[in-house]
């Protein structure tokens, strides 16, 4: 399988909490290369822009306050089937449902603040990758 990039990132919640270096060390030690890395934080609108896809949910509004609520660190990853490989290391969107030792199952509180964020695509993470980072800044 050719090396490939997927995009995370960690959640107002765990940022907040000081998990971003366990999260990170976490996503390290299973083979993931940093290739882009920042702490920001998303307005209101570009929070609603990054999770258009789901503006019909009842959820949306919801996920557009807390996403904007605090500071966030998004990163571009390279590995192996990145997008299918790092979904499996971060587990199901719901805690409940996330197996042991995943990121959520370790650091998720609720559906919401689920901690991470994992592109479920090639295609979004491409997207979802240049949404933060200008190709200059993917080393
Ligand atoms: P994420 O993988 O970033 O993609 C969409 C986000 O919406 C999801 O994680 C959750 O944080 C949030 N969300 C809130 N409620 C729900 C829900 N009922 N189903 C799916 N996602 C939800």
Redesign the pocket.
């Known amino acids: 399988m050719a090396t490939n990039r997927t995009f995370t990132m960690i959640?107002p919640d765990a940022v907040a909490e000081g998990h971003t270096g366990s999260i990170t060390k976490l996503i390290e030690e299973a083979g993931f290369r940093i290739v882009a890395l920042r702490k920001t934080r998303l307005t209101p609108d570009r929070a609603g822009e990054f999770?258009a896809v789901?503006r019909e949910?009842g959820?949306y509004p919801?996920?557009v306050r807390y996403m904007a609520s605090g500071a966030i660190v998004p990163m571009i990853l390279e590995k192996e089937n990145a997008v299918a490989d790092f979904r499996k290391l971060i587990g199901a969107?719901n805690p409940a449902n996330a197996e042991a030792g995943t990121i959520r199952q370790l650091f998720a509180k609720s559906?919401?603040a689920?901690a991470i964020?994992?592109s479920d695509s090639d295609e979004n993470a491409a997207v979802e990758g240049n949404f933060f980072f200008a190709a200059t800044e993917q080393f």
Request: hydrophobic share 25%.
């Open positions: 959640k999770y789901h949910r959820f919801d996920l969107t559906i919401e689920n964020h994992g």
